[in-house]
T-cell receptor
């Protein structure tokens, strides 16, 4: 069964450094998403991406964050200057379409630890 | 901003019995609701969904009920199995948006 994959599984970085989290969505999906889950808290929406542009973003997704689909398969989340509070699990998701009965399928996540 | 609430952080159920997980929401514009299951060190796995035009959707051992007037949905698992032990997240979305709003999750433990 097709699945969303994410690399790396765990990323440790120093505060102020840039990180890039990578995702390979399911191949026939057209909508891509990033969510995060801070330890012990709920899963929070960051951004959605369709047709090579951001379609929606949350207030968490500030100027420090950017997303890109650099080629036909990868979808990346970049954090320019990491802060301690960016430590979280970051989940990539994808869907065929949006709306009812077009569920988002999630990857296994990347655990980001900012020291 | 707790638009989706799961008030029970944990639930223990005996194997073979029914598990009922509850979720309340405040946003009347939500039109699609989902349940996801999450094991440790894995991403959320889609379980079942329901559109706001329905009040029940069933898939094998899993049934989701939606009560729009009460802004409440529930997930029934019958019969519960030890492999169902996981954290269950309720999620909702609003027409015209792309994002899912998640609840805080309920940790289900099915005892053998």
């Amino acid at each position: 069964e097709p699945e969303v994959t994410q690399t790396p599984s765990h990323q440790v970085t120093q505060m102020g450094q840039e990180v890039i989290l990578r995702c390979v969505p399911i191949s026939n999906h057209l909508y891509f998403y990033w969510y995060r889950q801070i330890l012990g808290q709920k899963v929070e929406f960051l951004v959605s991406f369709y047709n090579n542009e951001i379609s929606e973003k949350s207030e968490i997704f500030d100027d420090q964050f950017s997303v890109e689909r650099p080629d036909g398969s990868n979808f990346t989340l970049k954090i320019r200057s990491t802060k301690l509070e960016d430590s979280a699990m970051y989940f990539c998701a994808s869907s065929v379409d949006r709306g009812p009965y077009n569920e988002q399928f999630f990857g296994p996540g990347t655990r980001l630890t900012v020291l | 901003d707790q638009q989706v609430k799961q008030n029970s952080p944990s639930l223990s159920v005996q194997e073979g019995r029914i598990s009922i997980l509850n979720c309340d929401y405040t946003n009347s514009m939500f039109d699609y609701f989902l349940w996801y299951k999450k094991y440790p060190a894995e991403g959320p796995t889609f379980l079942i969904s329901i559109s706001s035009i329905k009040d029940k959707n069933e898939d094998g051992r899993f049934t989701v009920f939606l009560n729009k007037s009460a802004k409440h949905l529930s997930l029934h698992i019958v019969p519960s199995q030890p492999g169902d032990s996981a954290v269950y997240f309720c999620a909702a979305s609003e027409a015209g948006t792309y994002k899912y709003i998640f609840g805080t999750g309920t940790r289900l433990k099915v005892l053998a």
